[in-house]
């Protein structure tokens, strides 16, 4: 599995980005897929997850009710709409997807990262 994340970029405190995560490859072992993010000199962390085809959405709590994950109903690309921007959403942003294979432990896949820079 390939994942190219897209869509970061500076936006001003307030606004909105949307980031997208393409994946290619053997999509169809796809069993979740999240986005992470790391700012400078902290851990990376748990932005939000998306389970089971899109059933099952869960966030961190700093971006409850700014951000949304989805996927499209082929289930090859995900989102993070990202609104009302605060200038501590500023980092990396990392697309993530587990591989469930069957008799095997779970794969994690990473993209490359975005950088979301938000200027206060």
């Known amino acids: 599995v390939q994942l190219e994340e897209s869509g970061g970029g500076l936006v001003q405190a307030g606004g909105s980005l949307r980031l997208s995560c393409a994946a290619s490859g053997s999509t169809f072992r796809i069993n979740s897929m999240a986005w992470y993010r790391q700012a400078p000199g902290s851990r990376r962390e748990l932005v939000a997850i998306i389970i089971s085809g899109g059933g099952i959405t869960k966030y961190a709590d700093s971006v409850k009710g700014r951000f949304t994950i989805s996927r499209d109903n082929v289930g090859n690309t995900m989102y993070l709409q990202m609104n009302s921007l605060k200038a501590e959403d500023t980092a990396v942003y990392y697309c993530?997807?587990?591989?469930?294979?069957?008799?095997?432990?779970?794969?994690?896949?990473w993209g490359q990262g975005t950088q979301v820079t938000v200027s206060s």
């Open positions: 993530n997807a587990v591989v469930v294979r069957t008799g095997e432990m779970p794969s994690n896949y």
